[in-house]
């Protein structure tokens, strides 16, 4: 047996529909519905509603993949697991750096926010102008990332309790101002102008999708899934609905609430909009919300994704002292380390906007290979145990998959995004390669 599956084997299978939906629905439902709606809106109008819906298209392909990839190979490691055991470690590396990529951008778009958002709320009792100097955004994000790297070099429980309170937290004022908000929609906001255009639909789907991005993380722990032919494809769908309702519902009302006036403020338009009905209280609890909901999203993911700094250094991709182990708190406190002056260095330098269509980017060619890599597991009858989950149509799924994400790449993609993603692939293939020249000069002296 191989050494991985002996690993994964000591793992216990505890985790239900239910608890995985519920993980899945957590990663999912983070801290982009509290911006993107605004961003929405100044795209495409009142129309705004359809980006989300060739959202959830294209995220219910994706997922119907992950799904029979995830019911084939019930391995920890999620979508990298997948495309590992269906494509080999050359193109297995590749998406485990697109895994981390993905995370990486995210986390610092998220940072962008989180300051801005913390920013507004300091300065809520002033008015809803008052965006603060411009200096303190930056000072922000450095001291809370940082503060958040110190609590995870310090143990992992410390930062999963964190993780665990802010869940609910962030949940409540989005419930609330759907549920209260609902009430004070005007139907006239809802009356389109022209009709957008195809190209300007998918352009703004290709960054609203932002919100929906998460899954691919949130099945990672794959090798801790009771009977994962069954419970993945039913916690994604579950997930996958309930977060898509949830966002249609928050865009609804933001937009029967302050119509083409919602698009005027890209970082706090809920709290703008809660204040249209619930004054500067409504406003106050939608900036809380956002906050907190943010500060959540940055410990969880500087939690999670370092360890895949960690893996490529104990794997002899990276330098070796990013496997370093803290002697006391016994914590990749190097990766650690490292992955929070990553964010620091891109939140402060960059935009959320171009941050999050850079996440997108490397998530979207993460959802290509997956679709591939369900293809070549159905046809070589990939198991690890029980009945594998079948999407219908057969290869059509898959391909219909990659066909969307390339058109969503084609349309968000500027030449500075597309260069970077080639130098980010060259980046990974290059490391592969010293790593196995490495390899065999041991093996061949």
């Not at 605004?38 to 294209?58: E, I, Q, T």
């Not at 050359?90 to 940072?111: D, K, P």
């Not at 850079?358 to 890599?373: E, S």
Request: contains cysteine.
């Amino acid at each position: 047996m191989p050494a991985a599956a002996r690993a994964d084997a000591l793992l216990v299978r505890a985790l239900g529909v239910r608890q995985l939906a519920a993980s899945i629905f957590n990663y999912t439902v983070g801290s982009g519905i509290f911006a993107l709606p605004a961003l929405a809106v100044a795209r495409l109008g009142s129309a705004a509603p359809l980006a989300y819906l060739v959202c959830a298209l294209v995220m219910a392909l994706v997922v119907l993949c992950f799904a029979e990839a995830g019911s084939r190979v019930a391995s920890t490691g999620g979508p990298y697991a997948y495309v590992e055991v269906a494509l080999g470690p050359f193109v297995g590396f590749i998406a485990g750096v697109m895994l981390f990529m993905t995370g990486l951008t995210a986390g610092a778009a998220v940072a962008v926010l989180f300051a801005k958002s913390l920013t507004a709320l300091l300065f809520a009792g002033r008015n809803a102008a008052a965006e603060g100097p411009t200096w303190l955004p930056p000072v922000l994000i450095i001291v809370v990332v940082a503060a958040l790297a110190h609590v995870n070099v310090r143990g992992v429980r410390r930062s999963a309790r964190i993780v665990e309170i802010i869940t609910v937290a962030k949940l409540l004022p989005l419930i609330a101002f759907v549920v209260v908000g609902a009430a004070f929609v005007r139907p006239e906001h809802f009356a389109w102008g022209p009709t957008p255009t195809l190209s300007g639909v998918l352009g703004t789907a290709g960054i609203v999708i932002f919100a929906f991005s998460g899954i691919e993380s949130a099945l990672t722990p794959s090798g801790e899934v009771h009977t994962p032919w069954r419970t993945v494809p039913r916690a994604s769908f579950i997930a996958l609905g309930a977060a898509t309702l949830l966002y249609l519902a928050i865009q609804w009302v933001a937009l029967g609430i302050q119509g083409p006036a919602l698009a005027l403020n890209d970082t706090t338009p809920l709290a703008e909009a809660a204040a249209v009905f619930a004054g500067p209280a409504g406003r106050l609890l939608l900036l809380l919300g956002a906050t907190v909901s943010m500060l959540g999203y940055l410990s969880g993911n500087i939690l999670s994704v370092p360890r895949s700094l960690f893996a490529f250094a104990r794997d002899g991709f990276l330098p070796p002292s990013l496997s370093t182990v803290h002697a006391r708190h016994h914590t990749p406190h190097v990766a650690i380390v490292v992955y929070a002056a990553l964010i620091i260095g891109l939140a402060v330098s960059g935009t959320f906007e171009h941050l999050a269509v850079l996440a997108n980017l490397t998530a979207f060619f993460l959802y290509i290979l997956c679709a591939v890599a369900v293809w070549i597991l159905r046809r070589r009858d990939v198991r690890t145990s029980g009945k594998p989950f079948l999407i219908p149509g057969g290869p059509l799924i898959p391909l219909a998959a990659c066909l969307a994400n390339a058109w969503l790449i084609y349309e968000t993609a500027g030449p500075q995004d597309a260069s970077g993603i080639a130098a980010l692939v060259a980046i990974a293939v290059a490391l592969y390669l010293v790593r196995k020249y490495r390899s065999r000069s041991r093996d061949f002296p």
